[in-house]
């Protein structure tokens, strides 16, 4: 049923921008609330997929489409539903280029989007994660542009996303919601809004604090992954078994929380989102040493990885040069099928480069290339223990049969520290 505000017809309660790992569970929540939702998205082909019933992410099956595109869910190119929209939410993609440095074209081009469509009295958010003051110094003057002011004719707020894709227990409607609006009007609109559908608001002072809570989750991640990271290679020359080592410490009921080491960071936040914090410092002269130091850690890891795989197959007498090398799980995090910035990538090239043939086993991965050049893929996991001189587990997807890693691999690396320690199997 059409509803107005003011004199205009309102089609849709939300318009997301961004149909992507974040956009969709957004959308999913407010459906479900009873909202209707309009996606607009610049990929024609996944407009196409989602319009035909098919998901293209982790965290929603085929049927959960199916299910929104019953109810009031429809996905278009158009960015003219925009202006039959009570709430719009962007929430389109914020990579670094190739000089590492925040690029912001999603975000400018969505928002131009909007602003040609903005009409009086919508709520225009951001969710995308960014550097602190973008909605004030970039969204906002976009939006104005079209004749209307934010905090007078229309409400602009910043709300970032705190989506765990794949997370069995924090979903959109159980994860607390960091508001901020540009006025005190835009704020209790933004958080009347987000209260239809998410358990707890937490309003914050402006859009600055916004932004930079979000910022400040993701570098104290960062930040704690490479302190275990460090930790776990110093523990190899010490020999120290870290897992054991970090189960202890976490038996601490205070002031500890446990991080465990891993093959390297990946995905679209952790290794990306703390630059976007540093060059935003970096303009006013400063540095921001935890998080550049924390980066090169993690980024370290990979290499290490490769060296003691090749340790390991030095041990048992053979060499990485011509070793048939198979990783288990290349995607950045287990059970989801997103492969960006997964460090299996430079392992992949690393082990490559010292004369390995290297092979994969990811269920959820049919192709995968490592910078560039396809990398064969065995789908049986039985299969690859069978041929592979070492496999690596990267991501212990729920599917993979560990027992089965433990007993059938020749040599096996544990870079995630779920296999018992045995003759064959060490870890990281
Ligand atoms: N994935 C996560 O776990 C996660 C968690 C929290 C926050 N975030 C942040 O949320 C934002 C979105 O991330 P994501 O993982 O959903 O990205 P995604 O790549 O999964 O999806 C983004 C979608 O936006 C679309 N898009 C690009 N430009 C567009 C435009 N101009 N107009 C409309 N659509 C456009 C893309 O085609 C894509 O479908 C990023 O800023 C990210 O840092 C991501």
């Known amino acids: ?25 957004i959308a999913r929540a407010a459906v479900q609330a009873g909202l209707r939702v309009a996606g607009v998205d610049v990929d024609r082909a996944r407009v196409d997929r989602l319009n035909a019933g098919s998901s293209p992410v982790d965290d929603l099956s085929d049927a959960d489409v199916r299910e929104l595109l019953d109810q009031r869910f ?14 719009v939410i962007i929430c389109v993609p914020t990579p670094l280029d190739q000089d590492r440095r925040p690029d912001l074209g999603a975000v400018t081009s969505a928002t131009e989007m909007v602003a040609d469509n903005l ?3 919508t709520l225009v958010v951001l ?12 969204v906002r003057p976009l939006l104005e542009k079209s004749g209307l002011g934010a905090g007078t004719d229309f409400h602009l707020a910043y709300s970032p996303e705190r989506i765990d894709p794949g997370n069995p227990h924090y ?27 998410v358990e707890r608001i937490v309003p914050v002072r402006g859009t600055r604090e916004a932004e ?5 989750e993701n570098t104290y991640r960062q930040v704690n992954i490479a302190l275990v990271n460090e930790i776990a290679i110093l523990c190899e020359d010490l020999v120290i078994d870290v897992w054991d080592t970090i189960s ?9 929380q446990a991080f465990r080491p891993g093959p ?3 995905g679209h936040c952790i290794p990306i989102d703390p630059s976007y914090l540093s060059h935003r410092v970096r303009r006013l002269g400063h540095q921001f040493q935890f998080a550049e130091l924390a980066q090169q850690i993690n980024d370290r890891m990979p290499k290490y990885v490769v060296d003691r795989a090749v340790r390991l197959l030095h041990r048992h007498g053979q060499c990485a040069n011509g070793a048939n090398i198979i990783l288990l799980g290349v995607t950045y995090k287990p059970d989801i099928a997103d492969g960006r910035e997964s460090p299996a990538e430079p392992i992949a090239g690393h082990l490559g480069a010292a004369g390995a043939r290297v092979g994969y086993v990811d269920p959820l991965i049919a192709d995968w290339c490592a910078r560039g050049v396809p990398v064969p893929r065995t789908e049986d996991l039985g299969d690859a223990l069978a041929t592979a001189d070492l496999v690596i587990l990267l991501q212990p997807h729920r599917t993979f049969d560990l027992d089965l890693i433990a007993a059938e691999g020749a040599l096996v690396l544990d870079t995630r520290g779920v296999l018992p320690r045995s003759e064959t199997v060490e870890r990281l």
């Open 264 to 266: 390297g960071v990946g």
């Open 212 to 216: 930079m809570a979000k910022l400040l």
């Open 127 to 138: 969710e995308s994660t960014t550097w602190p003051g973008t909605t004030e110094q970039v």
């Open 1 to 25: 049923m059409e509803q107005s505000r003011g004199s205009r017809v309102i089609e849709w309660d939300l318009v997301v921008m961004g149909l992507g790992y974040v956009g969709m569970p």
């Open 74 to 87: 429809h996905a278009t190119t158009d960015p003219r539903a925009v202006a039959a929209a009570d709430t």
């Open 171 to 197: 979903g959109v409607r159980n994860t607390p919601k960091i508001v901020g609006g540009i006025t005190p009007g835009c704020l209790d609109r933004a958080a009347a809004f987000y209260g239809k559908f």
């Open 248 to 256: 202890a410490a976490a038996t601490k009921p205070f002031g500890y």
């Open 119 to 121: 009409r009086a009295d």
